[in-house]
């Protein structure tokens, strides 16, 4: 993913509808990827993982979706609540790499009540 | 289990001065990844560290270096500091089993100010 600098992209979502936040990423040989949200002041926190040989993973509230044809990445987050108001980031990481993760530029999603 | 820990959590510093930056990692977990985070370029790697030795180096300068001390403990330090290096810098932790595919685990971060 590429940063956007001072001007992140904002999903406004009203409160308990479902919000999808998209990312695309870079890499082909990448096999990794991961979702994080940031809280004002505080670090990125993990959300969910999915390795490339899935497409789909669902954990609680959140589902992300590969499509490695179009280097594409999904959060669908379900019955969206006002603590889900964050900055979400999407990595990547590519195994000829290590442990580096390449950051996606973040989503700011705001949920009004 | 605690989770990754850094301090200082806030520095102001002038510049020209260095600084030292502090991370625990999550117990257990032996590799330690720094990242600086800015509004204009996003969240960026630094290196990472695993058994004292750094695997992996991102694009700065020499002025940004570390180290990683027996018990996973890892430091930054930033010398000659300049405006630009005002950031967030973040650790982070993961365990480590060998495989590339390892989830890393970040610290509250510390924000530097440099005037």
């Known amino acids: 993913g590429e940063s956007v600098g001072l001007h992140l992209p904002t999903l406004s979502v009203q409160e308990g509808d479902n919000s999808i936040i998209n990312c695309a990423y870079s890499?082909?040989?990448?096999?990794?990827f991961i979702w994080y949200k940031q809280e004002s002041g505080k670090g990125p926190q993990f959300i969910i993982d999915?390795?490339?040989?899935?497409d789909k993973r669902q954990g609680q509230r959140v589902t992300v979706l590969l499509n490695k044809t179009v280097k594409h990445l999904s959060l669908q987050i379900a019955a969206t609540q006002p603590g889900d108001s964050a900055v979400y980031f999407c990595?990547?990481?590519?195994?000829?790499?290590?442990?580096?993760?390449?950051f996606g530029g973040g989503t700011r999603v705001l949920v009004k009540p | 289990k605690a989770g990754v820990t850094q301090t200082p959590r806030y520095l102001i510093k002038t510049r020209g001065q260095q600084v030292t930056l502090s991370c625990s990692p999550i117990?257990?977990?032996?590799?330690v990844s720094w990242y600086q985070q800015t509004p204009g370029q996003g969240l960026q790697f630094l290196f990472e560290?695993?058994?004292?030795?750094?695997?992996n180096k991102g694009n700065f300068p020499g002025r940004f270096s570390g180290r990683q001390f027996s018990n996973s403990r890892s430091e930054m330090n930033v010398s000659t500091l300049e405006l630009g290096d005002s950031a967030l810098y973040l650790c982070?932790?993961?365990?480590?089993?060998?495989?590339?595919?390892?989830?890393?685990?970040f610290g509250p971060g510390t924000r530097l100010l440099v005037l």
């Open positions: 890499n082909s040989a990448s096999d990794y």
């Open positions: 999915i390795r490339s040989n899935m």
């Open positions: 982070a932790s993961n365990i480590h089993r060998g495989a590339p595919q390892e989830t890393q685990y």
């Open positions: 560290y695993f058994s004292e030795t750094q695997r």
């Open positions: 990595a990547e990481n590519n195994p000829a790499a290590g442990n580096k993760l390449t």
């Open positions: 117990s257990g977990h032996r590799s």
